[in-house]
Nanobody, 125 residues
Framework: QVQVVESGGGLVQAGGSLRLSCAASGRYAMGWFRQDPGKEREFVAAISWNGRRTYYTTSSNGRLTISRDNAKNTVYLQMNSLKPEDTAVYYC??????????????????????WGQGTQVTVSS
């Protein structure tokens, strides 16, 4: 059982930035999702195990950057120009990756095997 641990959430003013981190050891493609109370969890961004491919929600409009440092077993989500509607609990998830899938990304939450507990991001107006 792999542990997926998020950090970096907090309170920020609209227009500000946050960088979320996610620690998970092993060969995993990674993804970020978010969930508002009363809403379904939605995809935010994903990155392949080798870091060569990334994929973002269509609403990101260039405000998000996902990256990873496999030497540190850490994935990052840089969020800029934050808006109040970005307020949510952000979850990191890991997808077990075979040797043939090192360059693959996944955006469906059903494809992910392990999940973190989530980190709260609150953007004030």
């Amino acid at each position: 059982q792999v542990q997926v641990v998020e950090s970096g959430g907090g309170l920020v003013q609209a227009g500000g930035s946050l960088r979320l981190s996610c620690a998970a050891s092993g060969r995993y493609a990674m993804g970020w999702f978010r969930q508002d109370p009363g809403k379904e969890r939605e995809f935010v961004a994903a990155i392949s195990w080798n870091g060569r491919r990334t994929y973002y929600t269509t609403s990101s409009n260039g405000r998000l950057t996902i990256s990873r440092d496999n030497a540190k077993n850490t994935v990052y989500l840089q969020m800029n120009s934050l808006k109040p509607e970005d307020t949510a609990v952000y979850y990191c998830a890991a997808h077990s990756t075979g040797l043939s899938d090192l360059n693959s990304v996944w955006y469906n939450e059903r494809d992910y095997d392990y999940w973190g507990q989530g980190t709260q991001v609150t953007v004030s107006s």
